[in-house]
């Protein structure tokens, strides 16, 4: 049928096509995915809490019982109404089952919330040839979803917010959903009642983000502080982020550094090359301080080291911690030695 991008999506996601019979959400943002996922099920029947109408299943008993799914799609509800099948994609195929599905017109939709899929994962691309198909992918946020997603939830909270506190947010907010609607959820409830979400807002709820082990390894390895940046590493190590996740940190401070350098080179003052980056104002002056530590050449070659050092970490996970110390010791000795040529 359809693999939907961009405004497609949203719109599909607020009005969702019974006439779909196969809805696959899939991508590398699990957060997003599944509120996709969520909105699209619900919105497929009249009472999205009777479990009568939304059926939630597991693609894994799914899959030890092919001919579950297709008596489940084709069963009319007892009571009228109309009826969704939500499914979460397990480690076990379901291929079989959804194909024998597609072969003939689907009573009931089926939503299959899977994570990150490749172009030739069999499911996704059943799916994408079948003209019952539809296909979403969920990508990590840009920057023009962040403000977006602030929006929208202000709104729902009946809140209005500063835009001032509105920048701050979106440089405080990551690339995952998920855990961004968390922040922003926090920071509304910590604003009810006043009507408005200011600055100080953000202050008193998202300050103590920014300083989380990963941004504090960001800062010492892009500083040349090797020793600060072990320190780090084994703290965010501890509190059980995935060493692949931290590497990508790094390589997308790299990338940061990368453009802004490019646009001041070109003569767009620092200033305003650090609001196109969404760089927290509380970080300035350190970001400030790579940007003149880190030459053109030099980010380069760090940020192919990082790309490689990133892919190792998925490759050989039970070695990742070891990738990541290395590369993080590799670069913060480059800034010192870039450091001590400039003192």
């Known amino acids: 049928m359809a693999i939907l991008k961009g405004q497609d999506i949203e719109r599909f996601v607020r009005t969702p096509d019974r006439k779909a019979g196969v ?7 699990g957060g997003l995915v599944h509120e996709r996922s969520r909105a699209i099920a619900r919105g497929l029947v009249d ?27 084709q069963t009319l509800g007892l009571f009228g109404g109309r009826r969704a099948l939500w499914v979460r994609l397990g480690s076990r195929p379901l291929q079989t089952s959804v194909e024998t599905l597609l072969a003939g017109p689907v009573q009931n939709p089926v939503v299959i919330e899977a994570g990150d899929l490749p172009a030739k994962h069999a499911l996704r691309a059943l799916i ?36 001032d506190a509105r920048d701050a947010m979106i440089a405080l907010l990551g690339a995952d959903r998920l855990l961004s ?30 300083a989380l082990s ?39 401070h790299a990338f940061l550094i990368a453009k802004t350098r490019l646009a001041v080179d070109r003569g767009t003052p620092i200033a305003d090359a650090e609001r196109s980056a969404r760089i927290f104002f509380k970080r300035s ?27 190792a970490c998925r490759r050989q996970s039970l070695i990742s911690a070891s990738l990541a110390s290395r590369v993080c010791l590799t670069l913060a000795i480059g800034a010192r030695r870039a450091r001590a040529g400039r003192d």
Request: aromatic share 4%.
């Open 23 to 29: 809805i696959l959400i899939y991508g590398p943002d």
């Open 47 to 73: 009472q999205p809490d009777d479990p009568f109408e939304l059926i939630r299943m597991d693609g894994d008993d799914i899959a030890g019982d092919p001919a579950r799914l297709v008596d489940e799609a």
């Open 128 to 163: 994408e040839r079948a003209p019952q198909g539809v296909v979403i992918p969920c990508y990590a946020d840009e920057a023009r979803d962040l403000p977006r997603l602030i929006d929208d939830m202000a709104q729902e909270a009946r809140l209005t917010v500063d835009r």
């Open 181 to 210: 609607r968390r922040e922003i959820e926090k920071v509304l409830l910590y604003a009810h009642g006043k009507g408005r979400v200011t600055l100080d807002d953000i202050e008193a709820v998202m300050a103590d983000a920014s």
């Open 214 to 252: 990963t941004d504090q390894l960001v800062d010492a390895v892009f500083d040349g502080d090797a020793a600060g940046a072990d320190t780090a590493l084994h703290r965010a190590l501890r509190e059980g982020q995935d060493a692949g996740v931290i590497v990508g940190a790094l390589l997308r």
């Open 285 to 311: 002056a350190i970001f400030r301080r790579h940007i003149q530590l880190w030459s053109a050449s030099a980010i380069d070659n760090a940020i192919v080291t990082l790309g490689e050092a990133q892919a």
